[in-house]
């Protein structure tokens, strides 16, 4: 049975090959396709919208003969890809796979080509985006890089210097010195400062309620996590969702 299907694969493999150099129907340069994805990675938003980046363009594999199927393939591939670019180029592991995620729940739901497309614009210009936010921002060092990730994946749980110190094998005076060196604020600060946009996400995207929150970010209580908001959005948490929340993500 593996003979035959090898057999199978071989065949087919013969035949598209040779069809496609009959018509002239090559897939896109290597290097092309490498230079459209650093651009993302680099957060080139310029040459980028010059580029004007399509899913479906001619040199493309045919993944599927339906072509709504294979545009969603095709889509997966191009997130996917980009995903692990943009983690190269320092965006943190957690929020590169969630946002591919995202993504790709959202291409799932969608059943036209036009709809698709649209999409993949605006996924390719929303990791742009960030990674263009990141460049203003950007650690240097593996060590602080590594932190971040940690206290990214660990939001959810009350996280001491000591832990991301034990993580890396370094002493905590040596990672809160470098931190600050390389970040301009404190572990403590940049904990408190991510928690809050944890929140913002939550409060504007989900309808967890404010004790929800608060747990989930390991805040002792509903009124000191309100208490922090408030000191960094001048506005409480039910202000703040009454003035962003976008129902209709929620539908």
Known sequence: MEAKNEK???????????????????????????????????GDIDRLKEMNPKLLVEGQGVLSNDKVRNARYHFIIATAFITRFCIEGGMQKEEAYTLSDVYIRK??????LESIEKLHHEMVFGFAEKMKELRKTSASSTHIRRAIDYIS???????????ISEHL??????????FKKETGMSI???????????????????????????????????SYFSKIFKKYYGMTPMQYRMKYN?????K
């Open 153 to 163: 994946s660990h939001l959810n749980v009350q996280i001491r210097i000591r832990d």
């Open 246 to 250: 976008n129902e209709k993500f929620l």
């Open 107 to 112: 291409m799932d739901r969608l059943s036209e």
């Open 8 to 42: 199978s694969i071989n065949n087919e493999y013969v035949y598209t090959l040779h069809d496609a150099m009959d018509n002239g129907k090559q897939h896109i340069p290597y290097s092309e396709e490498m230079s459209f994805y650093d651009l993302v990675k680099s």
């Open 169 to 178: 094998s370094i002493s905590e005076k040596y990672l809160s010195a470098l």
């Open 188 to 222: 403590v600060a940049y904990i408190e400062q991510r928690q809050m946009e944890a929140a913002c996400q939550m409060l504007t995207y989900s309808d967890f309620t404010y004790a929800e929150i608060a747990d989930n970010l390991a805040y002792c209580s509903q």
